[in-house]
């Protein structure tokens, strides 16, 4: 099912207010900006709105749960459950299972699994002593620990159809910055957004957001992401401010939080003079702006742009520029997908640049430009050396 045929199903099953259910129920469908002319099945098709999340849902009712406030738990993150009591599991045991697999989540230092003694007897001892260090020394092992990157992907392959789309594509972009991910038309740069965003699933290689596998935990991973595209799909017949709120309950935000998460994202996006009309009364820019408002009202630490500026005129596209470097000043991860390179080299810290689903360079972006005068200049000679 596409995302959008799984948002209305959602629709359909009652996870909206009712007030919105109402006007839902005509037949209008949501307005892409523009026609498409690509097939349903072509390779790179663009980002759709994220499925909603129906465990965060179900929580709505017993009050449990904010969109985005599972704090991640790992090695170091705080006082864990004591050793050695009664009718529990030994917690340097769990440990050494690798217990946080079970949740899709890898702890920093455990990709090898547990160093083993010689000896049994080495082994318990070996494993009391870790548990009084780790007792008595939480805050040096949270020292100890790496910071790990927002989103990870390695060595992802795709295939789609007859086409090989991705090749074993690896790289990382880090909290509080814009990573630039570029390449020409078909590269496969909206194939890669979509497997980060859980559209779709890898034939190989893994993808993690904030530590959560993409494949074992799904859910978490869409909490933590927004996206916006250049296909604008709104529903044209609520308002700009109805739009938002839909797809804030759709992302799981709760009631208590609704209208104040809402209003702010309205501030934010200086929406107050339209927020109250419909839609498809709205300018190409003011629809993007709604698109953005709806990606993060969740308030995600990961934002992802997929050719974000390719519909707008100069003035919409300067305000979503200055939008990615606002939210990378609030730390929030930003994947900037894009072939426009002067674009990308004011904007991004460190880019990666793909061709045939494959990855020819990596880095900074003075890095990635090397002796050119220009990153496009850089970026010519490198799709053109590629095999």
Not at 96 to 103: C, E, K, P, V, Y
Not at 193 to 217: N, Q, Y
Request: net charge positive.
């Amino acid at each position: 099912m596409s995302a959008g045929g799984e948002q209305a199903t959602w629709a359909r099953d009652g996870h909206s207010r009712n007030g919105l259910l109402l006007v839902l129920r005509s037949p209008a469908q949501p307005a892409a900006r523009g026609t498409s002319t690509r097939h349903a099945g072509a390779v790179d098709r663009d980002l759709r709105d994220l499925p909603p999340d129906p465990d965060e849902l179900d929580r709505r009712g017993s009050g449990r749960g904010r969109c985005g406030g599972n704090i991640r738990r790992g090695p170091g993150a705080g006082p864990g459950p004591g050793c050695g009591r009664g009718g529990e599991t030994h917690a340097c045991t769990r440990q050494a299972r690798n217990h946080d697999r079970s949740q899709g989540r890898r702890s920093i230092g455990q990709g090898q699994g547990p160093i083993h003694s010689q000896e049994r007897g080495q082994d318990r001892v070996q494993s009391q002593g870790a548990c009084h260090k780790q007792a008595s020394g939480q805050a040096e092992h949270r020292q100890e620990e790496v910071s790990p990157a927002a989103v990870r992907v390695d060595r992802l392959e795709k295939t789609l159809g007859p086409n090989k789309v991705l090749r074993g594509i690896s790289f990382d972009a880090q909290p509080g910055e814009i990573f630039g991910l570029l390449g020409p038309n078909g590269a496969g740069k909206t194939t890669t957004l979509r497997i980060i965003c859980t559209l779709l699933a890898p034939d190989a290689g893994s993808v993690e957001v904030l530590g959560f596998d993409t494949r074992v935990a799904p859910q978490e991973v869409r909490r933590r992401v927004g996206v916006v595209t250049a296909e604008i799909g709104i529903y044209p017949r609520l308002s700009a401010r109805e739009n938002i709120t839909y797809f804030a309950e759709l992302s799981g935000v709760l009631d208590g939080e609704l209208l104040r998460r809402v209003d702010g994202v309205i501030e934010r996006l200086d929406m107050g003079s339209f927020a109250q009309q419909r839609a498809e009364s709205l300018s190409s820019g003011q629809k993007q702006k709604v698109a953005i408002a709806r990606a993060i009202v969740h308030d995600p630490p990961v934002l992802m742009f997929d050719e974000p500026t390719s519909n707008l005129d100069v003035l919409a596209s300067r305000e979503i520029r200055d939008f990615m470097v606002e939210s990378r000043g609030r730390g929030k991860c930003v994947i900037f997908s894009t072939h426009v390179l002067h674009d990308a080299e004011r904007l991004c810290d460190r880019v990666t640049i793909i061709h045939q689903g494959r990855v020819v360079a990596s880095g900074t972006t003075a890095e990635v430009r090397g002796n050119f005068r220009e990153l496009e200049d850089s970026f010519l000679s490198l799709v053109e050396a590629a095999p």
